[in-house]
């Protein structure tokens, strides 16, 4: 049976011996039943970092929160490659019949040079330097035209990933706000509580938000590189033009005989003015799937 001393409060102690014998009984058994409970709960309440009534309210508004953060930034994503990035690189196959032409006559030009001159551009793909011609870049040269038009074309991408940041933090924005004011609605009994939690949410706000600029940046730098691969010849291992014309290149420094001068040109011409698998075709194929993979 539980005494006074079993209490081991002193002031519960002090308190109860102060009572008459019956009210002592009656005035302990209610601490024990109604207020040391109440105490108990309370203490755990304080020490709680989050004290929320309706868990199951929480746990739904932090899941349709998550659920809709990262299709709303994917759909960001896609209506950027959509409306600023496809546009840019699709010059490319719409207008290949004139990129065509260019580069035929191009080739015509150089159809006069030496047999040997002519073969030994084709060993290298397209980028030597002779004594009698100097230093010619015949995929520069050909591609002129085309990258005229898609510097154009292109010019409005830095724009379009600022603006891309921009609606991507409003975005963000927007939905912290919306899940901290849901949090506030289901927290009915403790708002000072609540304030650690919703601190920690706006420290992953800004976090998020950081995590996204870069992504955008990276993103950036992604899409020139894939702009020098359409636009620069230099690197020939990376530009889309020569990598197109690579088989044609080394069949056509393979070739030998008396008529070989004449069947190199016609290679080169059948290859540029194919009306399928045309070198401007696999170029924009090539832009896109590697824009595809970055975004």
């Known amino acids: 049976m539980m005494d006074i001393n079993s209490t081991n409060i002193p002031a519960l102690q002090a308190f109860l011996c102060a009572l008459p014998a019956f009210r002592r009984f009656k005035a302990f058994e209610n601490r024990h039943e109604r207020e040391l409970p109440w105490l108990l709960d309370h203490l755990a309440w304080a020490c709680s970092p989050i004290k929320i009534d309706g868990t199951e309210e929480l746990h739904e508004i932090l899941l349709s929160t998550s659920g809709t953060v990262a299709p709303d930034i994917s759909n960001s994503f896609k209506k950027f490659f959509d409306e600023a990035i496809v546009p840019g690189i699709a010059t490319i196959k719409t207008n290949k019949a004139a990129y065509a032409t260019y580069a035929t006559d191009k080739l015509r030009e150089w159809s006069y040079w030496h047999n040997q001159t002519y073969k030994t551009f084709c060993i290298h793909r397209g980028n030597w330097r002779t004594q009698k011609v100097g230093r010619r870049d015949w995929n520069e040269e050909m591609l002129e035209l085309l990258v005229q038009d898609v510097d154009r074309e292109t010019n409005g991408w830095e724009d379009a990933m600022s603006d891309l940041t921009k609606i991507i933090s409003a975005k963000l924005d927007a939905k912290i706000s919306k899940l901290i004011a849901e949090l506030h609605g289901a927290n009915r009994s403790s708002t000072a509580s609540m304030n650690l939690f919703v601190r920690l949410v706006q420290?992953?706000?800004?976090?998020?938000?950081?995590?996204?600029?870069?992504?955008?940046?990276k993103l950036q730098s992604d899409l020139m590189t894939i702009?020098?691969?359409?636009?620069?010849?230099?690197?020939?291992?990376?530009?889309?033009?020569?990598?197109?014309?690579?088989?044609?290149?080394?069949?056509?420094?393979?070739?030998?005989?008396?008529s070989s001068h004449t069947r190199r040109t016609e290679a080169l011409r059948s290859k540029i003015s194919k009306k399928v698998r045309d070198p401007f075709s696999e170029m924009f194929d090539l832009a896109n799937k590697d824009a595809e993979k970055v975004i």
């Open 227 to 258: 702009k020098q691969r359409v636009t620069d010849t230099q690197d020939m291992e990376q530009s889309y033009f020569v990598r197109s014309l690579e088989k044609t290149y080394d069949d056509c420094s393979r070739m030998s005989g008396s």
């Open 203 to 217: 420290n992953e706000q800004t976090r998020l938000k950081e995590r996204c600029r870069a992504r955008v940046e």
